[in-house]
């Protein structure tokens, strides 16, 4: 009878013997305007609709006595409704059941399959880990995809970013990724996307046998820009509380462009300045904060890929601007590789992982140094060659590119179904200039094999085929 009576003692103590309410002065489009209840900025409240159904919002702003709140749902909501507050942020489902499911931003089965049971709720917008509790990233993480694993090895726990304008194949990129990759757990944030690509993405792109493994969140272009920011950090909740657990998580999160664009509409509805391409304050301040949410941890890490969409292939525009200064790496993709048939479409010139000194053998590290340089001299020669005014001879570098050209394209290819395993993708790699190998086996006096420069310190090219 004691254990009873302490844990209704205890229960009493965590409970609100009284309830916040106010009145809905509002609403025009996703934003509402209560007045009478004072509430923390995030947290999640309840609008009652004509019918008695709560309609979620967020609070987005507030002064005492007033409520700028962000829709989580349309709904045709009337003035003096009234508003009840949770006294919680949205929160996010954890827990091993939600493995194969199909969410949406805020954690309910959209798959038409039970509700997941025996999960936790944890805040969605949660603080990223401190610094010195991040154990340094030394593993590499074979993600399956030649080009990534040869030219851009990622770390277990590194954060990059896939930077391309609509239509070039990030989708298909993410899709091998989720296949290819030997991580744990994955975890899809589908962000602001098209109704119908979130089941093309999932039966196509993806594949039925790997949504197994998977957890995926998805908030289409059509919800409220309150729920896509849910969206993304509910995905973001999800995979850390999987690296909470020790796993080693891929986190594939499409698009963080989207994600800004919505941070951009609640923030000029509720009356932020507008600053560089319309963007307000704080959409430079929540991404970073997102994307710093990612990374290794004391036991587990994620491993971040974050899809940006760069308008009209302009690098510096502010978000990608924003991203490529915030993450650990980015890989290009071209229009012009696309329309040639060269999948997947990456520009390993203009890409880099910074992560690759730590995670990748000093030979594997020289080969990809080696060729970046052989497809850098071409590309400097590529309008020469075009037009048949360069004589063989003139450069040696222009030379052994030319002769290994068509071998490097073999290896960037792959088929979207393809998966290399990581060994395999570097003894190819290794193994396309043989005279480079056997240099690099007798270096001679004073010089090292495993000497090599910073990667990608080449850049400003586009590979294509030789005329």
Same mark, same amino acid.
């Given at each position: ?16 013997? #009284? ?45 005492? @006595? ?9 709904? !045709? ?83 990059? @970013? ?46 039925? /046998? ?30 850390? &509380? ?13 698009? $963080?462009t989207r994600v800004a664009m919505a941070r951009r509409e609640i923030g000029l509805a509720a009356g ?6 319309? #963007? ?31 308008? @009209?292939? /302009?690098? =510096? ?15 290009? $993709? ?22 690759? =000194? ?30 048949? !005014?360069?004589?063989?001879?003139? =450069? ?41 190998? =056997? ?10 094999? &495993? ?17």
């Amino acid at each position: 009878m004691t254990a009873v009576l302490e844990a209704i003692t205890r229960a009493l103590a965590g409970a609100s013997l #009284y309830r916040r309410t106010g009145t809905l002065l509002h609403a025009t489009g996703e934003m509402a305007v209560a007045a009478g209840i004072n509430l923390q900025p995030g947290e999640l409240v309840l609008i009652e609709d004509p019918s008695g159904n709560p309609i979620p919002a967020e609070a987005a702003g507030a002064a005492p @006595g007033i409520a700028h709140l962000a829709l989580l749902e349309r709904a !045709a909501l009337p003035a003096g409704a009234r508003v009840v507050a949770t006294g919680f942020p949205p929160l996010a489902p954890v827990g091993a059941s939600l493995l194969g499911r199909i969410l949406d931003g805020l954690g309910r089965p959209i798959d038409g399959g039970p509700v997941p049971q025996g999960v936790r709720w944890v805040p969605a917008a949660a603080e990223p880990p401190h610094p010195l509790d991040r154990e340094p990233i030394t593993r590499p993480l074979p993600s399956g995809v030649r080009a990534v694993d040869g030219f851009l090895t990622l770390g277990r726990g590194q954060r990059v @970013g896939i930077f391309a304008g609509s239509g070039v194949g990030k989708s298909t990129l993410l899709g091998m990724l989720a296949r290819g990759t030997r991580a744990d757990i994955t975890v899809i944030a589908l962000i602001g996307e098209r109704g119908r690509e979130v089941r093309d993405f999932i039966e196509h792109d993806l594949g039925r /046998d790997a949504l197994q493994n998977c957890v995926v969140v998805a908030s289409t272009g059509d919800n409220p820009a309150a729920m896509r920011i849910c969206a993304a950090r509910t995905a973001t909740a999800i995979a850390e &509380g999987f690296r909470e657990q020790g796993a080693d998580v891929l986190l594939l999160f499409d698009s $963080l462009t989207r994600v800004a664009m919505a941070r951009r509409e609640i923030g000029l509805a509720a009356g932020e300045p507008p600053t560089a391409r319309g #963007y307000p304050p704080s959409v430079f301040s929540m991404l970073p904060h997102l994307m710093e949410r990612a990374g290794p941890g004391p036991t587990g890490s994620i491993t971040a890929v974050y899809t940006v969409l760069v308008d @009209g292939e /302009d690098m =510096d525009e502010p978000i990608a601007d924003l991203a490529r200064a915030t993450l650990d790496g980015h890989i290009v $993709l071209r229009r012009a590789l696309a329309s040639a048939g060269h999948y997947p479409p990456i520009d390993v010139l203009q890409s880099v992982s910074r992560l690759m =000194d730590r995670v990748a053998s000093p030979a594997h590290r020289e080969a990809a140094r080696r060729l970046r340089q052989l497809l850098a001299a071409y590309e400097d020669a590529r309008d020469l060659v075009a037009i048949g !005014a360069y004589s063989r001879g003139a =450069d040696p570098l222009v030379d052994r590119a030319l002769e290994l050209l068509p071998a490097i394209n073999a290896f960037l290819r792959q088929r979207a179904d393809d998966v290399t395993p990581f060994d395999d993708a570097v003894a190819a790699l290794c193994a396309i200039d043989p005279e480079f190998e =056997d240099a690099s086996a007798n270096p001679g006096p004073g010089v090292s094999a &495993g000497s090599a420069s910073e990667p990608g310190e080449v850049t400003d090219a586009v590979v294509v085929e030789a005329a």
